[in-house]
């Protein structure tokens, strides 16, 4: 859910959230329920791969390694997500999986760059431990 809050003279519950945030009633509040920013308590974001090589040999790392180097676990999929930082570096034509499972082919400018939780909503298969 994303959107702008209304104003508190119009709703009780945006008074109340108005108040707590301490913002007057004239002043924008932007509402997302999700997080865009990493959680600082992970472990920093590496520096991307430089070489496709490199991009391929992610694909042979544990969950416990690309964790490391900053990537996201998805699910038990073993589906680990790119740093945010990382968008500009991966190679045009690396393949990625989504969220949603499915393998597309990267696209600088065409795949998104909507982040949450500081990584990409998409990655690679981390290797079995």
């Known amino acids: ?17 108005r108040n707590a ?12 329920s999700r997080p865009q920013n990493r959680d600082p308590r992970l472990p920093k974001v590496a520096s991307p791969p430089s070489t496709l090589d490199e991009w ?15 990537l996201g676990l998805w699910d038990e999929s073993r589906l680990m ?4 930082e990382w968008y ?5 034509g690396f393949e990625v999986v989504t969220i949603n499972g499915r393998s ?4 600088p400018g065409v795949t ?9 909503a998409y ?6 431990d």
């Open 1 to 17: 859910m994303k959107g702008k809050l209304v104003s508190g003279s119009k709703n009780p519950l945006a008074k109340q959230i």
């Open 21 to 32: 945030v301490g913002a007057s009633d004239n002043e924008t509040v932007e509402i997302d």
């Open 56 to 70: 391929a040999t992610l694909r042979l790392k544990t969950v416990v390694e690309l964790k490391a180097l900053g």
């Open 81 to 84: 997500l790119f740093p945010f």
């Open 88 to 92: 500009d570096a991966i190679p045009t």
């Open 104 to 107: 597309v082919t990267f696209e």
């Open 112 to 120: 998104s760059n909507d982040r949450g939780f500081g990584c990409l």
């Open 123 to 128: 990655g690679i298969i981390a290797k079995e």
